[in-house]
Nanobody, 120 residues
C-alpha cells in the first residue's frame, strides 16, 4: 500500500536551514505529484510546495518562495524540502502528500508528519 514517511524535522535557530525527506513506498513516484504541507494547531493547513510529475513544474506558497526548494529523486522514490532562512512562523508539523496532480487544497495520501521548530 502507499506509504509516505517523513524525516529531518527538528529544532533550528531563526535564519538556519533544515532538509526534510519523504520516503515513498507502494507506488512509483515518477507518475505522481508530491507535495509538502504544514499545520499548526489552531490554524488551517497550508500547502507549502509541490512537484508535478507530468511537466516538472514546482509550486510554492508565497510565504516560502525564495527560501524553500522542493526536489525529487525518482530513483530513490524520495522527495526533499530544503528550507533556508527559517523564521519562527515556519514552525509547524510538516507533512508530505501525494496524488496524481498537485493540489494545495488537499491530496489523497499523507504521511504522519515531522515537526519543525524554529526558535532561539
Amino acid at each position: 500500500q502507499v506509504q509516505l514517511v517523513e524525516s529531518g524535522g527538528g529544532l533550528v535557530q531563526p535564519g538556519g536551514s533544515l532538509r526534510l525527506s519523504c520516503a515513498a513506498s507502494g507506488f512509483k513516484l515518477d507518475y505522481y505529484g508530491i507535495g509538502w504541507f504544514r499545520h499548526v494547531v489552531g490554524k488551517e493547513r497550508e500547502g507549502v510546495a509541490c512537484s508535478s510529475s507530468s511537466d516538472g513544474i514546482t509550486y510554492y506558497a508565497d510565504s516560502v518562495k525564495g527560501r524553500f526548494t522542493i526536489s525529487r529523486d525518482n530513483a530513490k522514490n524520495t522527495v526533499y524540502l530544503q528550507m533556508n532562512s527559517l523564521k519562527s512562523e515556519d514552525t509547524a508539523v510538516y507533512y508530505c502528500a501525494t496524488d496524481l496532480k498537485c493540489d494545495f487544497k488537499g491530496m489523497k495520501y499523507w504521511g504522519r508528519g515531522t515537526p519543525v521548530t524554529v526558535s532561539s
